[in-house]
């Protein structure tokens, strides 16, 4: 607060989130994680395990796309797998993990999970002569989300903007592969594994009591208002809304399903007083 005239607020608020498993009491430590009905490329893409935070997602690493023939001699020679049985320029080098020659679950690693490192949230608010304005606003940093309404694998399917981006040619891209009529590029793995971090301008309003210059002995306060709620997203996501809130079997968040985006709305209203 300063003086009569002028009143201000601020608040903050903050919480930390670790997590890990302690003990599964399984033959392996391992509760395994429903498979991914709309891709077939994914027999089992999240689980919880001794060791890891629960629901985290797990597949293959990627380092970035052949570009040339040489390129595919070279790694191969040097002892790394494929899974493609006729690997061509422009397909997904997956990582071989433990460098055995080939790709298979062995070389599936733990890609991040949909629980964020740290959630927040602020206001900010002023009144002076009637005049009132506030802020609020929220995040999460640290999670992270699988889309699984895009089916990359299915040449019937719909693709993301994304796929403008594919490689068509040496140096094309390092990241989103070919087009092809097989489902080997689309493995699941950390290319389907996007930043979920996010600040939502939730709710901004601006008021003014018209009783301060309106003066009637009946009405104690007429306060006229616009309010916008979900005004901006900043966030790095190209999906519909980062925060999704969605979780499966209970213990797993951070999968997109497809959810409608919730609509930014602009509201005009009036708080009376007699």
Wanted: charged share 20%; glycine share 12%.
């Amino acid at each position: 607060m300063i003086g009569k005239e002028f009143r201000y607020n601020i608040g903050f608020n903050g919480a930390y989130n670790k997590n890990e498993v302690g003990s599964i009491p399984t033959d392996d430590g391992i509760i395994h994680g429903a498979t991914n009905q709309l891709y077939d490329n994914a027999p089992e893409f999240y689980r919880a395990q001794n060791g890891h935070a629960i629901g985290y997602f797990w597949g293959y690493k990627t380092a970035g796309l052949f570009q040339n023939q040489q390129e595919i001699d070279e790694w191969i020679s040097n002892g790394n797998g494929v899974l493609q049985a006729d690997v061509k320029p422009g397909d997904v080098k997956y990582y071989d993990i433990n460098h055995d020659g080939q790709i298979n679950d062995d070389d599936k690693v733990d890609l991040g999970n949909g629980m964020p490192d740290f959630t927040y949230g602020f206001t900010l608010g002023f009144d002076w002569k009637g005049l009132d304005f506030s802020v609020q606003a929220n995040g999460a940093v640290g999670q992270k989300i699988v889309q699984t309404y895009r089916n990359h694998a299915n040449a019937q399917a719909n693709y993301t903007t994304e796929i403008l981006q594919r490689w068509t040619g040496e140096g094309t891209s390092n990241k989103i592969p070919r087009v092809t009529t097989t489902n080997i590029n689309w493995q699941f793995s950390d290319l389907f594994v996007h930043d979920g971090d996010y600040l939502r301008i939730s709710t901004v309003t601006l008021g003014y009591d018209l009783a301060r210059i309106w003066k009637n002995k009946y009405c104690k306060q007429l306060r006229l208002y616009v309010q916008a709620q979900n005004l901006l997203t900043f966030t790095k996501y190209k999906g519909m809304d980062p925060e999704i809130g969605y979780g499966t079997d209970g213990w797993v968040s951070g999968v997109d399903v497809g959810y409608y985006p919730r609509p930014r709305t602009i509201l005009v209203g009036a708080n009376v007083k007699f």
